[in-house]
């Protein structure tokens, strides 16, 4: 099926500093979305992507999908303590019925 | 809008019991709604898709008679976690999607996820 493959798994760093997260797959992704989840809370749908190339922002995110539809990233830039959580990409599966996560990005911030 | 529901939001329980997990849409409908797993510092793993009025599909490697689904409405959808042991301690959360999605390109692809249930047995 498919899948893709997130990294890093983990990262800390400084308030104020920028973060970026990466997605990969094998395959060419018709979708990508992205979803936030705060400690012991539940996913929280971000965004999706559709179209190669494609850039999106929301204030100090910014979520590209590569040319080749098969990576994206998140990017935040100058983090706040409030963007703690773990950061999932997600593809929906052959016929958009099934979502499937990537393994997630923990997001560290220390004040 | 968009409010999923679920409950409980944890519950302790002895092994070899049952125990049911609700998951409600409450202001839209949804004829489908998806259970998820997660365990401590994980993805979340796709259980079964529940389907309303009909059988759900369940994933491969997940018993469908342990993890009894049943989605007798559009806004209700539960999860019966049968003779439960404590390897299945776990965060169960499931989500639901418009009933107005419909495809990869649908602007409807948001999913809307319930607070989950953290279940321990003991």
Not at chain 2, 19 to 37: G, H, P
Request: glycine share 8%; proline share 3%.
């Amino acid at each position: 099926g498919q899948q893709v493959m997130q990294i890093p798994q983990y990262q800390h760093v400084q308030e104020g500093e920028d973060f970026t997260t990466y997605c990969n797959s094998s395959t060419t992704l018709s979708n990508i979305q992205w979803y936030k989840q705060r400690p012991g809370g539940h996913p929280v749908f971000l965004i999706q992507l559709v179209k190669s190339g494609e850039v999106k922002k929301q204030k100090r995110l910014t979520f590209q999908f590569g040319e080749a539809k098969k990576n994206s990233s998140l990017h935040i830039t100058a983090t706040q303590t409030t963007d703690v959580g773990t950061y999932f990409c997600a593809v929906l599966s052959a016929g958009g019925f099934k979502t499937i996560f990537g393994a997630g990005t923990r997001l560290f911030v220390k004040a | 809008g968009a409010v999923v529901s679920q409950h409980p939001s944890w519950v302790i329980c002895k092994s070899g019991t049952s125990v049911k997990i609700e998951c409600r849409s409450l202001d839209f409908q949804a004829t489908t709604m998806f259970w998820y797993r997660q365990f401590p510092k994980q993805s979340l793993m796709l259980m079964a898709t529940s389907n309303e009025g009909s059988k759900a599909t369940y994933e491969q490697g997940v018993e469908k008679d342990k993890f009894l689904i049943n989605h007798a409405s559009l806004t209700l959808s539960t999860l019966t976690v049968t003779s439960a042991h404590p390897e299945d301690s776990s965060f169960y959360i499931c989500s639901a999607r418009d009933s107005r999605s419909s495809g990869a390109f649908s602007s409807y692809n948001e999913q809307f996820f319930g607070p989950g249930t953290r279940l321990t047995v003991l």
